[in-house]
Protein backbone atom coordinates (compact mmCIF):
# COMPACT_ATOMS: atom_id res chain seq x y z
CA UNK A 1 0.00 0.00 0.00
CA UNK A 2 1.23 3.28 -0.86
CA UNK A 3 2.10 5.76 1.89
CA UNK A 4 0.77 9.31 3.00
CA UNK A 5 3.87 10.55 2.15
CA UNK A 6 4.25 9.30 -1.45
CA UNK A 7 0.95 10.33 -2.21
CA UNK A 8 1.38 13.89 -1.03
CA UNK A 9 4.82 14.58 -2.45
CA UNK A 10 3.08 13.19 -6.25
CA UNK A 11 0.40 15.47 -5.24
CA UNK A 12 2.44 18.80 -4.60
CA UNK A 13 4.66 17.97 -7.61
CA UNK A 14 1.90 17.31 -10.07
CA UNK A 15 3.39 15.15 -11.79
CA UNK A 16 1.58 12.26 -13.86
CA UNK A 17 1.82 8.74 -12.40
CA UNK A 18 0.86 5.38 -13.47
CA UNK A 19 -1.77 2.70 -11.58
CA UNK A 20 -0.54 -0.97 -12.67
CA UNK A 21 -3.47 -2.88 -11.90
CA UNK A 22 -2.33 -5.87 -13.92
CA UNK A 23 -0.53 -6.94 -16.27
CA UNK A 24 -1.84 -5.60 -19.09
CA UNK A 25 -0.69 -2.08 -20.01
CA UNK A 26 -4.43 -1.00 -21.40
CA UNK A 27 -5.99 -1.10 -17.96
CA UNK A 28 -3.32 1.61 -16.45
CA UNK A 29 -4.70 4.55 -15.04
CA UNK A 30 -2.28 7.79 -15.69
CA UNK A 31 -3.10 11.09 -14.22
CA UNK A 32 -2.31 13.08 -10.70
CA UNK A 33 -3.57 12.31 -7.24
CA UNK A 34 -6.18 14.74 -6.35
CA UNK A 35 -7.18 13.04 -2.98
CA UNK A 36 -7.18 10.26 -1.14
CA UNK A 37 -8.31 8.66 2.38
CA UNK A 38 -7.49 5.29 4.23
CA UNK A 39 -8.53 2.69 1.10
CA UNK A 40 -8.49 5.10 -1.80
CA UNK A 41 -7.23 7.23 -3.96
CA UNK A 42 -8.60 9.53 -6.40
CA UNK A 43 -6.80 9.90 -9.82
CA UNK A 44 -7.65 12.69 -12.61
CA UNK A 45 -7.03 11.86 -15.81
CA UNK A 46 -6.31 13.51 -18.92
CA UNK A 47 -9.48 14.28 -20.19
CA UNK A 48 -10.41 15.63 -16.27
CA UNK A 49 -12.40 12.85 -15.28
CA UNK A 50 -11.71 11.35 -12.25
CA UNK A 51 -11.15 7.53 -11.05
CA UNK A 52 -11.31 5.75 -7.35
CA UNK A 53 -8.92 3.92 -7.05
CA UNK A 54 -7.52 1.07 -4.85
CA UNK A 55 -4.31 2.27 -2.72
CA UNK A 56 -2.95 -1.50 -2.79
CA UNK A 57 -2.62 -0.76 -6.73
CA UNK A 58 1.16 -0.26 -7.75
CA UNK A 59 1.83 3.88 -8.39
CA UNK A 60 4.36 4.87 -10.54
CA UNK A 61 5.90 7.66 -12.07
CA UNK A 62 4.32 8.02 -15.86
CA UNK A 63 7.77 9.13 -16.75
CA UNK A 64 9.47 6.36 -15.77
CA UNK A 65 9.50 2.95 -17.53
CA UNK A 66 6.49 0.42 -16.55
CA UNK A 67 7.11 -2.24 -14.39
CA UNK A 68 5.43 -5.67 -14.12
CA UNK A 69 2.31 -6.11 -11.48
CA UNK A 70 2.94 -7.84 -8.39
Known amino acids: MISEEQLDQFRQSGEK ?3 VRD ?4 NDVI ?3 VAW ?3 SV ?3 RHNRR ?3 LSRNYRFELASSERGSAE
Open 17 to 19: IRV
Open 42 to 44: VIR
Open 50 to 52: VVK
Open 23 to 26: EMEV
Open 31 to 33: GIV
Open 37 to 39: DDA
